[in-house]
C-alpha cells in the first residue's frame, strides 16, 4: 500500500468518526425517520412552533435587493430540471452499454427539510429548492466522476479543488504503464460497484 493510500483510508476513518459526532449533536432534537419521513416528539414541535416567523412579517422584512434578485435565483430552476432529465437519459442511455452501475438519484435528492416546522411556507420552499439543486449537483457529479473513471481516470498535473471520490483511485499524471495495465481493473470497479444504501 502506497502512503497516498494510507493517507486516503485514514482520510476515510475520519470522515466516519466526523459523522458519528454530528449524529451525536443531533440527538437533542429528538425526531426520527419514518417511511423516509421525518417526526418530532410533540414537545420539540411545539417548541419549533413558537420559533416560526410568519409569511407575511418574513415577505415585508426582506430588503429590496432580496425582491430584485428573486427572480434570477428561482429562474435557476429551469436548467436545473432540464440537467434532471439530461441525467436520467445519459444514465439510461449510456451506462448499460458500459456496464457502469447506475447512480441512485434518491440517494442525493433529500427534500426533508420542508418538513421542518419552525419554517414557513417560502422558507420551505426556498429549503427544498436549495436541497434540490444541490443534491442534483452532487448526483451530477456522481454520474460525472464514474464516466471519468471509465474513460479517463487521469489525474490532472495540478492540483484540483475538491476532488470526487473516485479521484484517489485514479493514475498519475504522464504514467502510461499504469494507465494501460489498470484500465480495465478501473472499469471493472464500476460494475462490481454496489448501489449506494
Same mark, same amino acid.
Given at each position: 500500500?502506497?502512503?497516498?493510500?494510507?493517507?486516503?483510508?485514514?482520510?476515510?476513518?475520519?470522515?466516519?468518526?466526523?459523522?458519528?459526532?454530528?449524529?451525536?449533536?443531533?440527538?437533542?432534537?429528538?425526531?426520527?425517520?419514518?417511511?423516509?419521513?421525518?417526526?418530532?416528539?410533540?414537545?420539540?414541535?411545539?417548541?419549533?412552533?413558537?420559533?416560526?416567523?410568519?409569511?407575511?412579517?418574513?415577505?415585508?422584512?426582506?430588503?429590496?435587493?432580496?425582491? %430584485?434578485? @428573486?427572480?434570477?435565483?428561482?429562474?435557476?430552476?429551469?436548467?436545473?430540471?432540464?440537467?434532471?432529465?439530461?441525467?436520467?437519459?445519459?444514465? @439510461?442511455?449510456?451506462?448499460?452499454?458500459?456496464?457502469?452501475?447506475?447512480?441512485?438519484?434518491?440517494?442525493?435528492? %433529500?427534500?426533508?427539510?420542508?418538513?421542518?416546522?419552525?419554517?414557513?411556507?417560502?422558507?420551505?420552499?426556498?429549503?427544498?429548492?436549495?436541497?434540490?439543486?444541490?443534491?442534483?449537483?452532487?448526483?451530477?457529479?456522481?454520474? @460525472?466522476?464514474?464516466?471519468?473513471?471509465?474513460?479517463?481516470?487521469?489525474?490532472?498535473?495540478?492540483?484540483?479543488?475538491?476532488?470526487?471520490?473516485?479521484?484517489?483511485?485514479?493514475?498519475?499524471?504522464?504514467?502510461?504503464?499504469?494507465?494501460?495495465?489498470?484500465?480495465?481493473?478501473?472499469?471493472?470497479?464500476?460494475?462490481?460497484?454496489?448501489?449506494?444504501?
Amino acid at each position: 500500500m502506497s502512503r497516498i493510500d494510507d493517507l486516503v483510508g485514514q482520510l476515510q476513518a475520519i470522515e466516519s468518526e466526523l459523522q458519528v459526532e454530528f449524529d451525536k449533536r443531533r440527538e437533542g432534537f429528538a425526531f426520527e425517520v419514518d417511511r423516509r419521513r421525518v417526526r418530532f416528539s410533540e414537545e420539540v414541535m411545539e417548541l419549533q412552533r413558537v420559533r416560526k416567523i410568519g409569511l407575511i412579517r418574513y415577505i415585508t422584512g426582506a430588503s429590496l435587493l432580496s425582491w %430584485l434578485v @428573486a427572480p434570477v435565483i428561482y429562474s435557476g430552476i429551469v436548467p436545473l430540471l432540464l440537467f434532471d432529465l439530461f441525467l436520467l437519459v445519459y444514465q @439510461a442511455a449510456c451506462f448499460p452499454v458500459y456496464r457502469i452501475t447506475k447512480v441512485e438519484r434518491a440517494h442525493y435528492l %433529500l427534500l426533508d427539510r420542508g418538513d421542518l416546522p419552525y419554517l414557513n411556507l417560502l422558507e420551505r420552499l426556498n429549503c427544498v429548492y436549495c436541497g434540490y439543486a444541490n443534491g442534483l449537483m452532487a448526483y451530477g457529479r456522481e454520474v @460525472a466522476a464514474r464516466t471519468e473513471q471509465f474513460f479517463c481516470p487521469i489525474k490532472h498535473a495540478r492540483r484540483i479543488v475538491a476532488a470526487h471520490d473516485h479521484y484517489p483511485g485514479f493514475f498519475e499524471y504522464g504514467d502510461s504503464e499504469s494507465y494501460r495495465l489498470g484500465l480495465e481493473r478501473l472499469r471493472a470497479k464500476l460494475v462490481e460497484e454496489p448501489t449506494e444504501s
